[in-house]
């Protein structure tokens, strides 16, 4: 909890926002007032399964244009996890956060980085087993967005996790999509 307040804080810390902007335009020499509200963006996904191995799951994100092409966010996300098995039935509930930055190559095309910190608690009263742990990845790729309005895109990402470790949830890649829409 204390990796996801700290990296919380330097993510704020590093958002330089201010309540409004002056920019020269070049046409009248004049200035325009902007508000910063045009720099934040929202968004993120939904993950549903039903069956014997049951999914749900929420991950809103909140991000910065930094610039036009740089914009760094937060993101949170909450998994329910269930299964049915022969003698009984597991559950996980999967909560955390991650920051994360993107760079905007063109328009559509992306590199993406992320750090997600998640803790998994996990139950399954077949085996009197109750558990959790924390996990760390590290994730790198990129993506593809298309404008759906005009302040909203639909987007698809292709992620690899560089901490791939035995206990990870994801394999390689990992394929996310989701919308973002414009403060």
Do not use: C
Request: net charge negative.
């Amino acid at each position: 909890m204390k990796k996801i307040l700290l990296v919380g804080l330097l993510l704020v810390a590093f958002l330089r926002i201010e309540a409004q902007n002056y920019s020269d335009d070049p046409e009248t020499g004049t200035k325009n007032k902007e508000t910063s509200g045009n720099r934040f963006y929202t968004g993120g996904g939904i993950a549903l399964q039903i069956g014997s191995v049951t999914i749900l799951g929420i991950s809103p994100t909140l991000g910065y244009k930094i610039t036009e092409s740089f914009s760094v966010g937060l993101g949170v996300k909450y998994l329910y996890y269930s299964e049915v098995y022969s003698t009984g039935r597991s559950s996980a509930s999967i909560y955390g956060a991650s920051p994360f930055a993107r760079y905007l190559i063109t328009e559509s095309v992306f590199a993406y980085t992320e750090y997600e910190f998640i803790n998994i608690v996990y139950k399954d009263p077949g085996y009197a087993l109750n558990d959790q742990m924390s996990l760390e990845s590290f994730f790198v790729g990129g993506g593809y967005r298309q404008e759906v309005t005009n302040n909203s895109w639909f987007y698809l990402l292709v992620l690899f996790n560089l901490n791939n470790t035995p206990n990870t949830i994801y394999q390689n890649p990992v394929l996310r999509m989701g919308i973002e829409i414009g403060l």
